[in-house]
């Protein structure tokens, strides 16, 4: 399956994401039909400087346009290579995002397996 990109361009953050998901809203709602949980995965670069991390508004729009399709426990997931929740409390996760029902999760501190995967004659690490 080819993946879509959609581009828009809004007066904010959080009016650009949710206008871009709109453009993908039928791939988006197919996918998070009958799901017990949804991730989303904000990235990190930094913890402490926030022009190398997700912006909150951008994470809070994704929430609200999936929010409109399923019920589902949203689960914000980062690994930062520096602490991760204090990117969160840093870039003010915890804040912004008090009045949603969603969890926060260290991917750090989740166990993994790791698995070699050859594909026509390469290799490919994958953790799950």
Known sequence: MKARVSLFRGNSRYE???GSLEYVKDDIVKRVGG???IIVKPNFVS???QLAATHVDAVR???DFVRRYTDARIVVAEGSAHDTFNGFRNFGYFR???KYDVEF???NTVDYEEFDIRVNGG???LRV
């Open 61 to 63: 729009a994704v929430i």
């Open 105 to 107: 999760l260290d991917l």
């Open 96 to 98: 912004t995002l008090k």
């Open 123 to 125: 290799s490919v690490a």
């Open 47 to 49: 913890t402490v400087r």
């Open 35 to 37: 799901k017990e949980f």
């Open 16 to 18: 650009s994401v949710i």
